[in-house]
């Protein structure tokens, strides 16, 4: 494959439109498929991210007559003192129950005159903690605390994001087969455009296994040479994208992280087995047609 037979590439057109639409749709597919992949991975990302910012996160809501409220406030942060798993907990102030609000009642909203609920903010430690066995022991000894361990955000966002990792994949496997497609129809032009050249060569003794390897490298090589640039391009795109800082999201977190970069690099190989595979095909099926 890599040394190749000086006579037996004559075979192949050199130049023309068969070398261009192989070496442009290489390129153009491996360009898309970068970025399917870097999709894919953020996504991955993010829903690790979110599933275990969730995890660690858990609210209580303290739903008590306004007398009342400071002091089951008191008693829910005693109990919550006293649960194995829990780092730490606290209540949230006024100004920053007022600023969660914010975004649907507005920067002036009086909280005092509002029956809004308390809310203590629990931070789990590694090995989380009993989520069942907490309510059992808040419904006794608060009867206004309502635990919300954010199961019910968790489980949509985590799904949302392992979905358009999917999407990325099968977007990267449709892009290998529609290089697969295009090479195929590429090696039928060339096989269609020298069929004169083949039944020479038959003439002459050349097998029609000689005659297809020398298809196959051609077309192979020029896929490799296409999706390598690609490649090239589609990093150096990526690369410039806005990362997002510490908090990506969808918008801002397309990218690769560590070793995730050496992921597209094997793009090239993987489109020129393609091209392999696909050029041996329409070469086997031609020369039998040109028998």
Do not use: K
Not at 109 to 138: K, M
Request: charged share 15%; proline share 5%.
């Amino acid at each position: 494959m890599l040394a190749g037979d000086r006579h037996a590439d004559r075979v192949v057109p050199p130049t023309g439109f068969t070398a261009q639409l192989t070496v442009f749709a290489s390129g153009a597919m491996a360009f898309l498929a970068v970025f399917a992949l870097a999709l894919s991975l953020a996504s991955g990302r993010l829903a690790e991210a979110w599933g275990d910012e969730l995890a660690r996160t858990a609210t209580i809501r303290i739903v008590a007559p306004e007398d009342q409220r400071a002091i089951q406030t008191t008693a829910a942060l005693e109990v919550l003192s006293t649960t194995p798993g829990i780092a730490s907990a606290r209540a949230l102030t006024d100004a920053e129950q007022q600023a969660l609000l914010a975004p649907w009642f507005g920067q002036d909203l009086p909280l005092d005159t509002l029956p809004v609920p308390r809310l203590i903010e629990i931070i789990a430690a590694d090995q989380g903690f009993d989520a069942t066995g907490l309510r059992l022991r808040l419904a006794a000894e608060v009867p206004g605390a309502i635990l919300d361990d954010h199961v019910r955000w968790r489980e949509p966002l985590v799904s949302a994001a392992n979905r358009l990792r999917l999407l990325g994949w099968t977007a990267a496997l449709l892009i290998l087969g529609a290089v697969a497609a295009m090479v195929t129809l590429a090696a039928n032009a060339a096989l269609a455009a020298n069929a004169q050249v083949v039944a020479v060569l038959r003439l002459v003794g050349a097998t029609d296994r000689y005659i297809a390897q020398a298809f196959v490298r051609r077309f192979t090589l020029r896929a490799f040479a296409g999706s390598a640039a690609g490649v090239v391009i589609g990093l150096i795109a990526v690369w410039f994208m806005p990362s997002g800082g510490d908090t990506p999201s969808f918008l801002t977190g397309i990218g690769f992280q560590g070793t995730g970069w050496l992921v597209p690099l094997l793009l090239p190989f993987i489109s020129a087995l393609v091209a392999l595979l696909a050029t041996a095909y329409a070469a086997g099926r031609a020369l039998r047609t040109l028998t």
